[in-house]
């Protein structure tokens, strides 16, 4: 297990929707192969959108499931809309819209059994609203569960998380079954849900393209630690691309990146944009500035980012070397 | 009390299969009311001799008791599939979900035994050979309430623990134990007849006391299942 101190930035003065602290889990996966969520910090302020992005693996969805109460702490302390999820299930769960990968209902229930079971469980149940959801996302009262798609199963899941004015959804791999029009018709739903400044969302997800437009707010999850919890924009901003030909990666300019990848045609390194210059200087012979000739330098993204930290022997390294 | 007669709800809609509560209760109570009308055709046909009568009551314990074990089957079946996740995400804690799951059984077993003592009643005025046809009723609805109560109790933290197959083999293998118990205990030197009835006199020479000693012995059955479900299930990762 690798991991580097996550890279946090607070929000002075904010009402939370979610703060996570020293948050871990242990566990053996059904494998035998080990995994442990370990540190895990993180605040979503009130209002705002947060991704959490990460491989397959790194433990998204074991965090989502703490969340929820659905697999047991072993350390840290979770706050959910100023409240204890522990000590106060019940109030915290009323006030949560959630959205998994797939389907919670029996697949053997139609469409209509899913208002007269969940309504009640709900004090702020809006039936018109529900319907109002059913008839927008095309969603059929007579059609067994089991029979609709993934991306319809996700729509139902989503209209009743939207139907009982949950403060907080939380949405794991909501996009993955999704085309891109419907994707882009949820991302509208959540910027028009956290309008108000009262509603909160944290989602995962793998298809980074969908936070870029919507999250303020990013934790990238790598190997069960937090890499980085943050505003959206700080992340993309502190890391630079820098691409260059097979013999243009200098010994010297390893301690400098975060994560490397290497080919016949040449490396793509991740750096800090802090180390920029120090990276480039470190080129032998050294190149200052960046040179279309030899280096191309341009922003990284997330896919870049977490391909870069995610698989390379060179980030873990790095990470190694931090934690040391 | 919100949460568990929330759970209640739930688990007659789980059992109904169709998110109706009155369904799940209806499903229940068929056994008992088809044993009444299979009770008046035979009386009415002229086929209810105390054979037939007879027959008929074991028919029908025999089902309440397959139904009770349908019941246990239907409300775990979410522990079979991804929709085990919305007893994550409901607002009842684990422990309302298990008080609330075995309120629902026994108020559904409760109603079932009144439909059997009417079953009964009807059905059979000499089937346990009493002097007493209310007295033998009673007898017969309580110990059908205690024999399912003992059933759930005993199948309901096998079902928390593991998967519903799994728990259904082990219910079923612990059954099997009692054939066998009873086997060896026919070896043993023991007079078990007399053994019996002196225990049966003793029951049902006042109305009380089975009464009294058959909840006594629910209620201290279902107290040890219930600390056993809670402690499973709130380890368990959902």
């Keep these: 297990m690798c991991a580097s101190p996550p890279m946090t930035t607070s929000v002075e003065g904010a009402d939370y929707a979610l703060r996570v602290s020293d948050l871990g889990k242990s566990y053996v996966k059904a494998d035998g192969t080990g995994f442990r969520l370990q540190q895990v910090t993180m ?23 703490l969340l929820l109460n659905m697999t047991r702490r072993d350390s840290g302390e979770i706050s959910i809309l100023g409240r204890d999820p522990l000590n106060q299930e019940e109030e915290v769960k009323a006030d949560l819209g959630v959205v998994f990968d797939s389907i919670y209902f ?10 007269p079971v969940m309504a009640p469980m709900y004090p702020s149940w809006n039936s018109d609203r529900y319907q109002d959801y059913l008839r927008r996302f095309g969603l059929q009262e ?50 028009d849900y956290i309008g108000d400044g009262r509603h909160s969302v944290l989602f995962s997800t793998h298809i980074t393209a969908d936070l870029e437009r919507v999250a303020d707010f990013v934790t990238y999850i790598n190997r069960g630690s937090v890499f980085y919890t943050g505003p959206k924009d700080e992340l993309m901003e502190a890391f630079q691309i820098v691409r260059g030909g097979p013999d243009d990666l ?3 300019q390893m301690p400098h990146l975060m994560g490397l990848q290497r080919s016949a ?49 060179a980030a873990a390294d790095r990470n190694k070397e931090v934690e040391s | ?51 037939a009568r007879t027959a008929l009551t074991g028919a029908v314990t025999s089902m309440g008791i397959g139904l009770l074990v349908g019941l246990v089957f239907g409300m775990f079946v979410d522990f079979n599939s991804t929709a085990i996740r919305l007893n994550g995400l409901l607002p009842i804690t684990r422990d309302h979900q298990v008080f609330g799951r075995y309120a629902a059984v026994i108020l559904l077993v409760l109603v079932q035994s009144c439909g059997y003592a009417i079953f009964f009643f ?37 079902f928390y623990w593991l998967e519903p197959v799994k728990a ?11 054939p066998i118990m009873a086997l060896i205990g026919s070896l043993l030197p023991v007079d078990w007849g007399t053994f019996w009835n002196s225990i049966v006199r003793f029951l049902t020479s006042d109305l009380w006391r089975p009464v009294l000693l058959g909840l006594a012995l629910i209620l201290a059955v279902d107290m040890v299942s219930i600390v056993l479900s809670r402690k499973v299930y709130a380890r368990k990762e959902i």
């Design chain 1, 250 to 252: 200098a010994r010297e």
């Design chain 1, 43 to 65: 605040d979503l302020p009130m209002g705002y959108i947060m991704g959490l992005i990460g491989p397959n693996g790194a433990g998204k969805s074991t965090l989502i499931r």
């Design chain 1, 142 to 191: 007579n059609r067994k569960i089991g029979k609709l798609s993934r991306g319809m199963q996700m729509k139902l899941m989503l209209a009743v998380a939207l139907s009982h004015d949950a403060r907080l959804l939380i949405l794991d791999e909501p996009t993955s079954g999704l085309d891109v029009l419907a994707r882009d018709e949820l991302m509208d739903i959540l910027l």
């Design chain 2, 1 to 51: 009390m919100k949460a568990i007669a929330k759970q209640i709800r739930l688990d007659m809609q789980r059992f109904s299969g169709a998110g109706r509560t009155w369904v799940g209760v209806l499903i229940f109570m068929s056994v008992p009311l088809i044993g009444i009308l299979l009770n008046l055709v035979m009386a009415l046909t002229g086929n209810d001799g105390e054979d």
């Design chain 2, 122 to 158: 009807y059905a059979t005025d000499t089937f346990l050979h009493g002097q007493d046809h209310w007295r033998d009723t009673v007898l017969f609805a309580l110990g059908l309430f205690l024999l399912e109560s003992l059933l759930f109790a005993v199948a309901t933290p096998l």
């Design chain 1, 265 to 313: 045609t040449g490396f793509e390194a991740l750096v800090p944009t802090e180390h920029l210059k120090d990276f480039l200087a470190s080129a032998f012979p050294a190149a200052v500035e960046p040179s279309e000739d030899r280096y191309l330098v341009e922003r990284a993204d997330f896919d870049n980012i977490i391909r870069l930290t995610a698989g390379s022997p």
């Design chain 2, 168 to 178: 259904m083999i082990v219910f079923l293998a612990l059954l099997g134990l009692v």
């Design chain 1, 106 to 115: 029996l697949e053997t229930w139609k469409v209509k059994a899913v208002e």
